[in-house]
C-alpha cells in the first residue's frame, strides 16, 4: 500500500489528536510486514516487552489474533477449567448440546479484544486495543494487575486475566492498517490515555447492548459468536463459530443464514472458491433470499467470473428489489464487463 509505512510511523505518535481529514488507508493493507506489538505478561516478575509481529500478504485482519491465539493455546485448558466450561454450555442449552459440540466449542482458541481506544471519528479510526484470552477465567489464570491498571485508566471497568497485548490500528470499515505500539507508548499518564478516559467520563460512548437470554437450542449463541467475532475482523474465528453453528443449525433457514455467513468470512480471508461453494449451499436452501444470490455475485466477481457475477446480482435484485448495495454492485460488474468487451 503506497506510503503506509509513513502512514504507520505517523499514527504512532498521533492517536491521541489524530481527527484525519485524510484516512491512513483507503483498503485493506495486502501488505507483508512486521508491526509492534507490547506484551503485559501476567506475572509481576516478567518485564512489560515490545513483541514484532509478522503480517503476512494479505493476512493484516488476521495477524494479530492469529498470533494472540497461538500464544494463548499454548497455556492450555487445564480439567477443572474444561469441567466447568462443560457445565456452563450444557447450563446454556440443557438436553441439546451433545459430547461432540461441547468438545468443538472447549477446543476453540478465541481471543476477546478489550477496546482501550475505539476506532470512531473522535479519534481518527485509530484504535488501541487489548488482545486477552477468552478462557483466561476458565483455565483459572490470575488477575494481571497492570493490563488491569491500564484498562481502568482508560475508563474502562475491567478486570484483565492472563496475559495481555496491546495492538494498534487504524480501522474506518473501509481502510484497514495495523500499526506500531510500543512501549513509549504504554503510560497510564500518555495522553491518549487521558483523552479516551474524558471521553468515557463524560458519556459518550455508546452503551453495551444486554445479554440475550439463555436459550435452550445451542444455534443462537454459536451463530452470535461468529456474528461477535466477525465484527471484531476475526474471520478465522468467525468461521470456527460458524462451523459448529452450522452443525447446530436445526432449520433450512438456519443452515442457508449460516452458509451466507461462511462465505462473507471465507472471501475476507482470500479463499474465493470456498466462498463460492458456501454461498452455492445458502441459495440452493433458500432459493428465494435476495442475499443468497448477493453472496454468490460477490464470490463470482472475485474469481472474474463477471458474466455470471452479474447474473447472480441481477438475481438478487428481482428477488429484493431496490437494495443500494447490490445495484452498486451490478453497475459495477456491468461496467466492467463493458471495458473487457470494447
Known sequence: MADAAAARATATTTTA?????????????????????????????????????????NGALEAMLHFAREHFAR???PAAGAARLRDELRAKAPGAANDDLLNRALSMTMCDVVPLVPNTREFGH?????????KAVSKGLPVNARATSLARACGLSVEIR???????????????????????????????????????????????????PPSPDPFPALKQRGNELFQRRDFGGALEAYDAALDAAGTADDRAAVESNRSAC???????????????????????????HGRRGDA?????????????????????????????????VSALLARRTQ
Open 17 to 57: 489528536t489524530a481527527t484525519a481529514a485524510a484516512p491512513l488507508a483507503t483498503s485493506v493493507d495486502a501488505a507483508a510486514r512486521d508491526f509492534t506489538v507490547v506484551a503485559i505478561p501476567c506475572s509481576a516478575a516478567d518485564e512489560m516487552r515490545e513483541v514484532v509481529v509478522r503480517q503476512p500478504a
Open 75 to 77: 497455556e492450555g485448558l
Open 126 to 134: 485509530v484504535a488501541v486495543n487489548l488482545v486477552v484470552d477468552d
Open 162 to 212: 492472563g496475559d495481555a497485548f496491546v495492538s494498534r490500528q487504524f480501522d474506518d470499515d473501509v481502510g484497514f492498517l495495523r500499526l506500531d505500539f510500543t512501549a513509549r507508548d504504554l503510560d497510564g499518564d500518555a495522553e491518549w490515555v487521558r483523552r479516551v478516559r474524558a471521553h468515557r467520563l463524560a458519556g459518550r460512548s455508546a452503551p453495551r447492548p444486554a445479554a440475550a
Open 266 to 292: 471465507q472471501l475476507q480471508l482470500g479463499d474465493a472458491a470456498a466462498a463460492l461453494a458456501c454461498a452455492e449451499r445458502c441459495a440452493a436452501l433458500r432459493p428465494t433470499w435476495a442475499k443468497a
Open 300 to 332: 463470482l466477481e472475485r474469481l472474474g467470473r463477471l458474466a455470471e457475477a452479474r447474473d447472480a446480482f441481477t438475481k438478487a435484485l428481482e428477488l429484493g428489489p431496490g437494495a443500494p448495495d447490490i445495484v452498486a454492485r451490478l453497475e459495477r
